[in-house]
């Protein structure tokens, strides 16, 4: 069976996106001689026939009255399990069901028909969404209503799924509804100042006020004048810790975490549980909980930890096919021969051609997004692809093969030199001035994303290829989490990290899943670039399953020690644990109690404080009549440097 090529531009499917502005199309040459020729296998994610509701649901226990020691001694809370057939079908996730939702309605679908004021509706209207997938309202009606009652909610989809409109529903109704605060947490400023310039253009008439808190940017008066603040995991922990001293967490209602997978993250995923834990412990079911994660073979202790219901769909709007290339071989994800990359033109020096693939999407009147590993490799690569086309569309009269001619006529068309100048000029204008290399690159579509820029830069280089007139970016890893940048096609450069070792999973599947954009392609496409070296460990990163999320807690030795010594710290100095008993409470409260014996952790409790107390970070003092642990200066000092203990002696 002969697979599908990429089809032309169909018209935009529900819900209906505003597309970027790209170059009218026109007859192009059959030139996507990378498409795969054969197939003996499923390259998609998705069908065309998916009807957007394959799912699972499991009700977590929210029994209010558990205690620490029996928090501590619980075993593993069940996890829920995926089974995977080969099949030409969509993948189906099976578990236990608690509470199928109930059918949808065509009510349900719209979102006018979920009681947000008028001017939120309009606002959502200008931006092309005035529905919402089946599987969304599914998520958000799962056991039936308690989430939209304020009931906690974990869920998971693929990368441009719709994740996020279902927790903007959530939170924006929670706020609406009980006149509280919301705080929305994502791991990365770029990504925070991207929604929070979208939740401002969206509740713009409906008076309420959003602000970031990222970075050096805090507003005036802080979370007290702010309705929804959008922070990185940093600076919503410092929020949370503020309103624990000062006893007003109870003015949050709606707590949405974006990546709650980063729970994992050996930097900063410890920080997160730590105010996942805060809120529970002094909370409760107060403030609602929303996690957004991507798919993980143990979901269901996440959702077991934070009380919550637990939705999972494999749904994409825009069916994806994931290949891999060796030499100019195109494999499926099982490693099989599909097709061979033959270029209609001679490129020079294009030995892995990476230029041609760029250049024949180009030609789709397409996009494409091209991920490097290190920021050297990122500079190198644009210049290298500008080069290429230069000269590919470079006026040559002495040219006479029919091919490169009508190639040479389609990439001129494509490319707008008016537009392209605009961009430049918008970058001319920074503070920082234009860079001497992305101007150089700029000027035949092509443009790289990475720290180096400065915020101004990289919002104008987002802005020209969200707007189709850059039609390559070449950027690093971390932009396939730090912006929503969809392209047509997606291609990584190699299967490797910046320190040189393979990527994750859930890294690859972020990355891969940027290709295809909604309301604008039909398909999307990822070509991940290896060695033949590289071909059994890129064997296991393309089929494998992502690794469990584990408590960064429980890092073993003095890892583990160092990291429950601070969250110790933090509950003291807040006020909302004073005694060895609320102590113990509170690291009941942790995605670690589920995951160790109880003999183990409350050894661990033990060593910490004693540690605190004989480094003296705390003290034991007489408070109205009862010895209650208290924080010294140092210890206060040391969590307002954000400092770990052992940093702080």
């Given at each position: ?284 079911s107060a403030v609602q909980i929303i ?178 007139v850059v039609r390559v970016l070449v ?159 140092l210890g206060l000092a040391c969590l ?10």
């Open positions: 069976r002969l697979p599908p090529t990429l089809p032309p531009r169909l018209p935009p499917t529900l819900p209906p996106r505003l597309p970027p502005t790209l170059p009218p199309p026109h007859p192009t040459l059959p030139l996507h001689s990378s498409t795969p020729t054969s197939s003996n296998t499923d390259l998609s994610s998705d069908t065309s026939s998916n009807t957007g509701h394959s799912s699972q649901t499991n009700t977590v226990s929210n029994n209010k009255s558990s205690t620490a020691k029996s928090l501590l001694i619980q075993k593993t809370p069940n996890k829920s399990k995926t089974v995977l057939e080969k099949s030409s079908s969509p993948v189906q996730p099976v578990c236990p069901v608690a509470s199928l939702p109930p059918p949808v309605s065509s009510t349900q679908l719209l979102i006018s028909g979920w009681g947000l004021p008028t001017c939120v509706e309009e606002s959502y209207r200008e931006k092309g969404i005035v529905s919402m997938f089946p599987w969304q309202v599914e998520c958000l009606t799962v056991n039936k209503g308690t989430v939209l009652a304020g009931g906690n909610l974990v869920y998971s989809a693929p990368t441009s799924a719709g994740k996020t409109l279902v927790a903007e529903m959530l939170m924006m109704k929670r706020v609406f509804e009980t006149g509280k605060k919301a705080l929305l947490i994502l791991p990365f400023v770029s990504l925070a100042r991207e929604k929070m310039f979208h939740l401002q253009s969206l509740l713009r008439e409906a008076g309420l006020r959003v602000e970031g808190f990222m970075g050096s940017q805090s507003p005036a008066g802080g979370l007290k004048t702010t309705d929804i603040g959008v922070a990185t995991i940093e600076k919503a922990n410092s929020l949370v810790n503020r309103l624990m001293e000062e006893g007003q967490l109870d003015t949050i209602g709606c707590v949405v975490v974006d990546e709650l997978h980063m729970l994992g993250d050996q930097s900063r995923g410890y920080l997160l549980e730590l105010l996942l834990t805060k809120i529970l412990y002094v909370a409760g996690g957004m994660s991507a798919t993980l073979p143990n979901l269901g202790d996440l959702a077991n930890w934070l009380k919550a219901s637990l939705y999972t769909t494999n749904f994409r709007p825009v069916p994806l096919t994931e290949l891999v290339k060796i030499d100019n071989t195109l494999l499926s994800l099982d490693l099989k021969p599909v097709g061979v990359v033959r270029p209609a033109i001679t490129i020079p020096n294009d030995t892995e051609h990476i230029s041609w693939l760029c250049l024949e999407t180009i030609l789709e009147t397409h996009s494409v997004l091209l991920f490097c590993p290190i920021k050297s490799w990122v500079e190198k690569l644009a210049e290298s692809l500008a080069n290429d086309f230069f000269q590919v569309g470079r006026p040559d009269p002495q040219d006479t093969d029919t091919v490169s001619i009508n190639i040479r006529s389609k990439l001129q068309g494509e490319l707008s030199g008016d537009r392209l100048g605009e961009v430049i000029e918008q970058l001319r204008r920074c503070p920082a001035g234009l860079d001497s290399t992305l101007a150089k690159v700029l000027r035949v579509g092509v443009a790289f994303h990475h720290a180096g820029l400065t915020t101004d830069e990289r919002d104008i280089v987002e802005a020209g290829f969200k707007s189709g950027a690093t890893s971390t932009l396939s989490s730090g912006v929503n940048l969809p392209a047509r096609r997606v291609i990584l450069r190699c299967p490797l990290t910046y320190n040189g070792q393979l990527m994750d999973r859930l890294q690859y599947k972020q990355m891969v899943g940027r290709a295809g954009r909604k309301g604008v392609d039909t398909q999307g496409e990822s070509i991940l670039i290896c060695k033949q070296a590289e071909r059994e460990k890129v064997a296991q990163l393309v089929t494998g399953e992502p690794e469990p999320v584990v408590s960064c807690l429980a890092g073993g030795g003095s890892k583990l020690a160092a990291s429950m010594k601070r969250a110790i710290l933090e509950v003291i100095v807040s006020g909302a644990a004073s005694t060895r008993e609320e102590v113990e409470r509170y690291a009941g409260c942790t995605l670690l109690a589920a995951q160790l014996s109880t003999s183990s952790q409350g050894n661990i409790i033990l060593e910490c404080v004693e540690f605190l107390e004989n480094n003296e970070f705390i003290r034991l003092q007489e408070v109205e009549g009862s010895v209650r642990y208290v924080a010294t200066r307002a440097s954000s400092l770990a203990p052992d940093e702080g002696r």
